[in-house]
C-alpha cells in the first residue's frame, strides 16, 4: 500500500509538471488559466488510465505507457499553444527529454537519502521546478529563439530522444535497467546537458553580437541623417543670412534716403520729396526679429514664421536660449525647424473655419525644455514607438532626425495627441 500510494504520487507529479513544463517552453493561446486546466486534465487522464499499472506494481509497462499517453495528450493539447505544429513538436521532444532526464536523475539521487520512494519524488518536483523557473527568468528568450529556428536544431533534439527512450523501451525491467545502466545513461545526461548549455551559449553570443552590430548600425545611420540634415540646414541658414545681409543694405540705403529727403525738404522742393515718399512706400523692407540670443535657433524660427505667416497661420514665439548651448545649435536649429515644418505641414491641413496656430516655447533653467503645439486632424495617431505615423511618401524622415537628435544626446523625447491638439517636448 505504502509503494503504491508513493508510485502514483510521484505519477502525478511528473503528469502535473511536464504539462507546466511544456506551456513554459511555448506561448499558451488563452492564458494562464488554460495552462492550469490542462494540467488537471492531464492530472486527471493520467490517473485514471495509469491506476492498472500502479496497483500491480508494473513499473516498466507504466514508463512506456505514460509516454506513448503523454504523447496523444501533446497532440490533444496543441490547439491551446500559439505555436506552430513544427515548433509544438520541437517543444514536446524537448519537454520528453527533460522529462527522461529528471526520471534518472531522481531515481540515482533518492537512493542515496532514507525513504528513497518518497525522496525520489521530492527530488523530481525540485528538478522540475528548478528548470521552470530557469526557463521563465532566464532561458525563455534564448529557448523561443532557439524553437523558432527548430529546423536548425531539431536533428539535435531527436537524436537525444531517440537515445534517452531507448533505455526505457528496451527493458523487461526498468528498474533494473536504470541500476545497471547507471554510468551510460549518466554519460547520455551530461552529453544532453552540455549539447543544450551549447546551444543556449552559442545563441546568446551570437544574439549579443547581432544586437552590438545593430546598434552601429542604428547609430552610424543617425549619424549619417543627421549630417544630411545638418547639411541642408547649413544651406537654409546660408540662405537666411543672405536675407539679413540683404535686409542691412535696406537699411543702410533707407539712411541715405532719410538724408536725401531731408535736403529736398530745406530746399522746398516739396513735389520731388513726396514722389521719392510714394517711391519708397513701394517697397516693402523685410521684418527682422530677435527671437533668443542663439544665432542659429532665432535664424530658423524667424524662417519658418515666415512661412506660417505666408500660410495664414498665427505664431506664438517665447524664447529663452542662450548663445552657448551644451548641444550642438546647429543641430538643434535642425530640430526646430524640422518640428515647426511638421506643425505648419498638420495646422494646414485642417479644414475651413478650424482653429489654427502654432506655439513654439523653449526655456533654458539648467536643462533645455522645448514645446511646440499646434491643432491636427483627429486622424493623426502615433506608432508603437510613440512617434507620428504617416502613410505619406517621403515623410517621416525629419521625425527620424528628431529621434536620432534625442537618441544623441539621451534627451527625453516625447510626442502626444489628444482631442485634435499635436504636442511635442524635448527636454535635452
Not at 543702410?252 to 530745406?266: A, E, I, V
Not at 502613410?391 to 502626444?416: C, M, P
Request: with cysteine; hydrophobic share 45%; proline share 3%.
Amino acid at each position: 500500500m505504502d509503494d503504491l500510494i508513493s508510485n502514483i504520487l510521484r505519477g502525478s507529479i511528473t503528469s502535473f509538471m511536464n504539462v507546466l513544463l511544456l506551456f513554459t517552453l511555448t506561448k499558451p493561446k488563452f492564458g494562464r488559466g488554460s495552462t492550469a486546466l490542462a494540467a488537471t486534465l492531464v492530472f486527471v487522464i493520467n490517473i485514471a488510465t495509469t491506476f492498472w499499472f500502479y496497483m500491480y506494481g508494473d513499473l516498466t509497462a507504466l514508463s512506456r505507457f505514460n509516454i506513448v499517453m503523454f504523447i496523444i495528450l501533446g497532440v490533444c493539447l496543441k490547439p491551446l499553444s500559439k505555436a506552430s505544429f513544427m515548433q509544438w513538436s520541437f517543444n514536446f521532444l524537448t519537454t520528453l527529454n527533460i522529462m527522461m532526464i529528471i526520471i534518472v536523475l531522481s531515481f540515482h539521487l533518492g537512493k542515496l537519502f532514507p525513504y528513497p520512494q518518497y525522496t525520489h519524488t521530492l527530488i523530481r518536483l525540485g528538478l522540475y521546478l528548478a528548470i521552470i523557473l530557469l526557463l521563465q527568468h532566464y532561458l525563455q528568450p534564448l529557448y523561443r529563439s532557439v524553437a523558432s529556428n527548430w529546423k536548425i536544431f531539431s536533428l539535435l533534439v531527436i537524436c537525444i530522444f531517440i537515445n534517452l527512450s531507448y533505455y526505457f523501451y528496451v527493458t523487461d525491467d526498468i528498474q533494473n535497467t536504470l541500476l545497471t545502466a547507471k554510468w551510460p545513461l549518466f554519460l547520455l545526461v551530461m552529453f544532453s546537458l552540455a549539447a543544450y548549455g551549447t546551444v543556449f551559449y552559442s545563441l546568446k553570443s551570437f544574439t549579443a553580437m547581432h544586437a552590438l552590430e545593430t546598434e552601429n548600425l542604428r547609430i552610424h545611420h543617425d549619424r549619417v541623417l543627421l549630417s544630411q540634415a545638418a547639411s541642408t540646414m547649413t544651406e537654409k541658414l546660408q540662405l537666411m543670412d543672405k536675407v539679413a545681409y540683404e535686409h542691412s543694405i535696406v537699411s543702410h540705403d533707407r539712411r541715405h534716403f532719410n538724408s536725401t529727403l531731408l535736403g529736398l525738404l530745406k530746399q522746398g522742393e516739396i513735389g520731388e520729396a513726396i514722389t521719392c515718399l510714394q517711391q519708397q512706400n513701394e517697397i516693402k523692407a523685410p521684418e527682422s526679429r530677435i527671437y533668443c540670443e542663439n544665432k542659429a535657433v532665432n535664424a530658423t524660427v524667424g524662417y519658418y514664421v515666415d512661412l506660417a505667416q505666408q500660410e495664414d497661420i498665427p505664431t506664438k514665439i517665447n524664447l529663452s536660449i542662450a548663445a552657448i548651448l551644451p548641444v550642438d545649435s546647429l543641430e538643434l536649429a535642425l530640430v526646430v525647424a524640422n518640428l515647426f515644418e511638421n506643425a505648419i505641414h498638420g495646422v494646414s491641413l485642417l479644414p475651413e473655419g478650424k482653429n489654427r496656430y502654432i506655439n513654439l516655447t523653449c526655456h533654458q533653467v539648467g536643462r533645455l525644455l522645448l514645446e511646440i503645439v499646434n491643432p491636427c486632424l483627429e486622424t493623426v495617431t502615433l506608432d508603437s514607438e510613440g512617434l507620428p505615423h504617416s502613410d505619406q511618401e517621403g515623410h517621416g524622415v525629419g521625425t527620424k532626425s528628431i529621434a536620432a537628435f534625442a537618441t544623441k544626446y539621451n534627451a527625453e523625447l516625447i510626442y502626444h495627441v489628444q482631442e485634435g491638439l499635436f504636442r511635442v517636448r524635448l527636454l535635452v
